[in-house]
């Protein structure tokens, strides 16, 4: 089913007004290729980390939908993102992972390209070219447009996307808790060596939406939280940290970005945490302070799972951490994620939430395999003809959100639903949609970059 108009979206596969979802968005494998180009070729997206290529030289290969890209930083320490494909033959220029190198060497006839994506060495240039091949013209593809957020790097394939800050609009408040230092300091962010990175058998929309606020799921982590590493685990941070806080819901239907969070009382006290590990203990509470004194309006926000649309995801507290839903088919996602810790933090609190986050997250960690479990059956129960007739159900909280929050005091960006009686809500994975459908079906982004007057509305 090839999605050709407004109406066929909006009216058929994505009735958001009234909750319903067509299941072929998850599993047609026209609709796949036609977001390949309407999604993915327009949207920013994120590509990695600067901490990953701190030196003239470094390298970091990463993904932009389905296309490879070579993240670098060239020798006068200027950072690109170039296709990873030869202009000679398409050949995969560079295989490795990460790495540091002068020189990018085409394994297939040996064209070598410069860190700054400009062809520089050409084999028989003298006698089969007879000199005649012009290497200014035949460089490596380079991203038209990139941001450095934070430390971030994001990037866009579309030279008239929106800068990446419009992109983000007033969901930026909230990206800021990922991205900012727990001390509230300016010392910045920096990622564990590596990247996570793993298969899932089910489309990349899965995991997007479950991240972009599912309170809904949690029957799926009761065996984790009884173990003691899950949410309501000791040794956490947030043991008692959310005590008296209301629960929202924010969704940027105009973006489609989203994320749920806790919003502390005005008058909370900052509470202990870790007190069996004095280091631990001491560090946090010396961030909690810190950020308190800075801004004690703000420090009420307690971050939650959210969403940056379309598929990179994020959890700004413990496991702290950015998830990337790289498509690789319709029935199958390349999962990639970096952790992220305060650069200045001690070592010992450095170690320790090494290995808390692989313990809750990623192929071996035990909170994330209780997820995968779902989606992987969802998708693939959701794929036969007879099953891709029914709609899926979104109505959850529908028309219960508010566009002008505010709580002590403390005015709130977005579209906020308080779940806090309710316990859970769909209105971000609505928003999600709705973005989603004006992207299938937008022409270009004279068209997608119409914000509607701030969040009025699901
Ligand atoms: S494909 Fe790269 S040099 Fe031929
Ligand atoms: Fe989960």
């Given at each position: 089913?090839?999605?050709?108009?407004?109406?066929?979206?909006?009216?058929?596969?994505?009735?958001?007004?009234?909750?319903?979802?067509?299941?072929?968005?998850?599993?047609?494998?026209?609709?796949?290729?036609?977001?390949?180009?309407?999604?993915?070729?327009?949207?920013?997206?994120?590509?990695?980390?600067?901490?990953?290529?701190?030196?003239?030289?470094?390298?970091?290969?990463?993904?932009?939908?389905?296309?490879?890209?070579?993240?670098?930083?060239?020798?006068?320490?200027?950072?690109?993102?170039?296709?990873?494909?030869?202009?000679?033959?398409?050949?995969?220029?560079?295989?490795?992972?990460?790495?540091?190198?002068?020189?990018f060497t085409c394994p297939y006839h040996g064209w070598s390209f410069a860190t700054d994506g400009k062809l520089v060495g050409v084999p028989y240039f003298k006698d089969a070219y007879h000199q005649e091949l012009d290497k200014s013209k035949w460089g490596l593809i380079e991203v038209p447009q990139m941001y450095n957020y934070k430390g971030g790097i994001w990037a866009t394939w579309d030279k008239s996307a929106p800068p990446f800050l419009d992109y983000i609009g007033g969901f930026k408040l909230y990206?800021?808790?990922?991205?900012?230092?727990?001390?509230?300091?300016?010392?910045?962010?920096?990622?564990?060596?590596?990247?996570?990175?793993?298969?899932?058998?089910?489309?990349?929309?899965?995991?997007?939406?479950?991240?972009?606020?599912?309170?809904?799921?949690?029957?799926?982590?009761?065996?984790?939280?009884?173990?003691?590493?899950?949410?309501?685990?000791?040794?956490?941070?947030?043991?008692?940290?959310?005590?008296?806080?209301?629960?929202?819901?924010?969704?940027?239907?105009?973006?489609?970005?989203?994320?749920?969070?806790a919003l502390r009382p005005g008058d909370a006290a900052i509470p202990n945490a870790y007190q069996d590990l004095p280091i631990l203990a001491e560090y946090f509470r010396h961030c909690e302070e810190e950020k308190k004194r800075k801004d004690a309006q703000?420090?009420?926000?307690?971050?939650?799972?959210?969403?940056?649309?379309?598929?990179?995801?994020?959890?700004?507290?413990?496991?702290?951490?950015?998830?990337?839903?790289?498509?690789?088919?319709?029935?199958?996602?390349?999962?990639?994620?970096?952790?992220?810790?305060?650069?200045?933090?001690?070592?010992?609190?450095?170690?320790?939430?090494?290995?808390?986050?692989?313990?809750?997250?990623?192929?071996?960690?035990?909170?994330?395999?209780?997820?995968?479990?779902?989606?992987?059956?969802?998708?693939?129960?959701?794929?036969?003809?007879?099953?891709?007739?029914?709609?899926?159900?979104?109505?959850?909280?529908?028309?219960?959100?508010?566009?002008?929050?505010?709580?002590?005091?403390?005015?709130?960006?977005?579209?906020?639903?308080?779940?806090?009686?309710?316990?859970?809500?769909?209105?971000?994975?609505?928003?999600?949609?709705?973005?989603?459908?004006?992207?299938?079906?937008?022409?270009?982004?004279?068209?997608?970059?119409?914000?509607?007057?701030?969040?009025?509305?699901?």
């Amino acid at each position: 089913m090839v999605v050709t108009s407004r109406d066929e979206v909006t009216g058929k596969l994505v009735d958001v007004d009234h909750g319903l979802i067509s299941r072929e968005v998850f599993v047609s494998g026209d609709i796949y290729q036609q977001e390949q180009e309407q999604v993915f070729a327009r949207a920013w997206l994120f590509i990695g980390h600067e901490a990953q290529i701190p030196k003239p030289g470094d390298y970091f290969v990463s993904s932009m939908g389905e296309e490879s890209v070579i993240l670098c930083r060239d020798r006068e320490s200027e950072v690109h993102a170039f296709l990873n494909s030869c202009m000679h033959r398409g050949m995969k220029v560079c295989r490795y992972d990460e790495g540091n190198t002068p020189v990018f060497t085409c394994p297939y006839h040996g064209w070598s390209f410069a860190t700054d994506g400009k062809l520089v060495g050409v084999p028989y240039f003298k006698d089969a070219y007879h000199q005649e091949l012009d290497k200014s013209k035949w460089g490596l593809i380079e991203v038209p447009q990139m941001y450095n957020y934070k430390g971030g790097i994001w990037a866009t394939w579309d030279k008239s996307a929106p800068p990446f800050l419009d992109y983000i609009g007033g969901f930026k408040l909230y990206l800021d808790l990922l991205m900012d230092s727990w001390d509230g300091s300016d010392s910045g962010t920096e990622v564990f060596g590596g990247v996570e990175k793993w298969l899932v058998p089910s489309n990349w929309k899965f995991p997007a939406e479950n991240f972009i606020g599912d309170r809904y799921h949690n029957i799926s982590h009761r065996s984790v939280d009884m173990v003691g590493i899950g949410p309501s685990g000791t040794g956490r941070r947030d043991t008692n940290e959310r005590a008296g806080s209301r629960l929202l819901d924010v969704s940027f239907p105009e973006r489609g970005h989203g994320t749920v969070m806790a919003l502390r009382p005005g008058d909370a006290a900052i509470p202990n945490a870790y007190q069996d590990l004095p280091i631990l203990a001491e560090y946090f509470r010396h961030c909690e302070e810190e950020k308190k004194r800075k801004d004690a309006q703000l420090w009420r926000l307690l971050g939650g799972p959210g969403t940056v649309f379309p598929n990179m995801s994020y959890l700004p507290r413990q496991p702290r951490s950015i998830a990337v839903w790289h498509p690789r088919g319709v029935n199958q996602t390349e999962v990639w994620r970096w952790f992220l810790v305060d650069t200045k933090a001690p070592q010992e609190v450095k170690d320790y939430l090494r290995h808390y986050y692989i313990r809750y997250s990623g192929p071996g960690g035990l909170t994330e395999q209780d997820d995968m479990e779902n989606w992987n059956y969802a998708h693939s129960a959701s794929r036969g003809v007879i099953a891709r007739r029914y709609a899926y159900n979104y109505e959850m909280g529908l028309g219960y959100g508010t566009p002008n929050y505010e709580n002590d005091g403390l005015k709130l960006p977005g579209l906020i639903l308080d779940s806090t009686e309710a316990k859970a809500a769909e209105q971000n994975q609505r928003g999600f949609y709705r973005r989603w459908a004006e992207f299938m079906d937008a022409e270009d982004w004279g068209i997608l970059a119409n914000w509607r007057n701030g969040s009025g509305h699901e």
